[in-house]
């Protein structure tokens, strides 16, 4: 097991996951969540580089494993999302208004969240209330490589793993209103 760190999220900004296994990257991105949740630091510290970095270098394994922890992965997708008015791109967006609502999961382990893009801004409710134009359904692991630019939407739609209902069209050209960040 790691060692604690005096500041586990500035750790896991240094972490390389290829040189911890399993049970060890799931300790320290729970000490790190423990700690933002404590409201002593935010997850929010970490930048979205190494966040997408941490994601890349992470085995398949190593990401099933932290979504499969409900907590941690609410805390963790909490923040994603929180972030998602701060990387979209009103420039490319010119006049688009849209409501995308994400599922992410499955039955009784889903998360809602929708992102209602009008007036050159995002805004990300926790709790899905308007009429979607969209709807994505996606598994948390795949979600999480590509809000950190380690999966293709493309790709993963083709594989059957990400869903779309309604505007497909609109849903194609999504990640391209969002600065996606660069491991």
């Not at 970490?46 to 990401?63: H, N």
């Not at 790709?155 to 996606?180: E, N, Y």
Request: proline share 7%.
């Amino acid at each position: 097991m790691p060692q604690p760190a005096s500041n586990p999220i500035a750790a896991l900004g240094e972490l390389d996951p290829k040189k911890v296994d399993t049970e060890e990257f799931v300790a320290l991105l729970e000490a790190a969540s423990e700690v933002a949740g404590s409201g002593e630091a935010n997850l929010g510290a970490l930048r979205p580089e190494q966040f997408a970095r941490l994601i890349s270098r992470a085995s398949d394994d190593q990401i099933q494993a932290v979504m499969a922890r409900p907590e941690l992965r609410e805390r963790i997708l909490d923040e994603v999302f929180r972030r998602m008015g701060e990387h979209y791109q009103p420039d490319r967006a010119g006049r688009t208004e849209a409501v995308v609502r994400w599922r992410i999961g499955t039955g009784d382990d889903l998360l809602r969240y929708e992102c209602v893009l009008a007036d050159g801004r995002c805004e990300v409710n926790k709790d899905p209330h308007h009429a979607p134009r969209v709807t994505i359904t996606v598994p948390p692991a795949d979600f999480l490589k590509l809000a950190s630019g380690n999966a293709s939407a493309p790709m993963l739609f083709m594989t059957g793993r990400l869903r779309v209902a309604g505007d497909l069209g609109f849903a194609a050209g999504l990640s391209k209103l969002f600065q996606i960040p660069k491991a």
